[in-house]
């Protein structure tokens, strides 16, 4: 595609039930980076994946939250037993061999856990 | 650690009006400085950067230079434009061998009034 795709761009969902935010990058891109942005803040990183490899999940806030990009590729994030605070927008972005200063972003899907 | 301040908004100004948004930040090593725009319902977009101590990023008007001495990148336009309205985002990035990841400040919002 021409762009980032994140789908839903829309997700309510009961707390204590299991998401999951797809990302489709740029076609060739082989980087893809998740970040979260809570209400009036700026986006935080939660995981780059350089192929179908985690190079950097240090930002996972905890073991509920988990992705991956079997086929580097596509990339999938889950969210297990998702609480209130879990609710903001998710980032995902991409870029040619892993320079995020050259990331182009997705519109992000925003996650409302009530 | 590794963080961005920005200067909180919203920010409101009339057409032709000059414009200045402050950014420092406190880093480990030499860091890259970046400020992204979010026009609403886009995704985030690169607006300009600088990788080294008195550079000068610029693009569409905007400018912003590196200043190693007061750890600041502060955005600066002459002359804003009801099209400027967006939200603000200072970063910076920080290398290590698995590629960069970007670390944002809060944002700050833009309204210009014609």
């Known amino acids: 595609g021409a762009g980032v795709s994140q789908t839903p761009s829309n997700k309510v969902t009961e707390k204590g039930k299991y998401v999951e935010l797809r990302c489709d990058p740029i076609?060739?891109?082989?980087?893809l980076y998740w970040y979260r942005q809570s209400l009036g803040q700026g986006p935080e990183f939660l995981i780059y994946?350089?192929?179908?490899?985690?190079?950097?999940d240090s930002g996972l806030p905890n073991d509920r939250f988990f992705a991956v990009r079997p086929e580097g590729s596509v990339s999938t994030l889950k969210i297990q037993r998702t609480e209130r605070g879990d609710s903001a927008v998710y980032l995902c972005?991409?870029?040619?061999?892993?320079?995020?200063?050259?990331?182009?972003f997705g519109q992000g899907t925003r996650l409302t856990v009530v | 650690g590794n963080s961005v301040t920005q200067m909180e908004g919203p920010v409101t100004l009339s057409e032709e009006a000059f414009l200045t948004i402050n950014c420092t930040y406190t880093?480990?090593?030499?860091?890259?400085l970046f400020w992204y725009v979010q026009y609403p319902g886009e995704g985030l977009q690169l607006l300009l950067k600088?990788?080294?101590?008195?550079d000068k990023g610029s693009n569409k008007g905007f400018e912003a230079t590196y200043r190693k001495e007061t750890t600041s990148f502060h955005l600066e336009k002459g002359s804003v434009q009801v099209s400027d309205s967006a939200v603000y985002f200072c970063?910076?990035?920080?290398?290590?061998?698995?590629?960069?990841?970007?670390?944002f400040g809060q944002g700050t919002e833009l309204s210009v009034k014609p």
């Open positions: 972005a991409s870029s040619l061999g892993g320079k995020v200063t050259e990331a182009f």
């Open positions: 076609s060739g891109h082989t980087a």
């Open positions: 994946f350089q192929g179908t490899g985690a190079a950097d």
């Open positions: 880093a480990t090593g030499y860091p890259s």
């Open positions: 600088a990788t080294k101590a008195d």
């Open positions: 970063a910076l990035s920080v290398r290590n061998n698995q590629g960069g990841k970007l670390i």
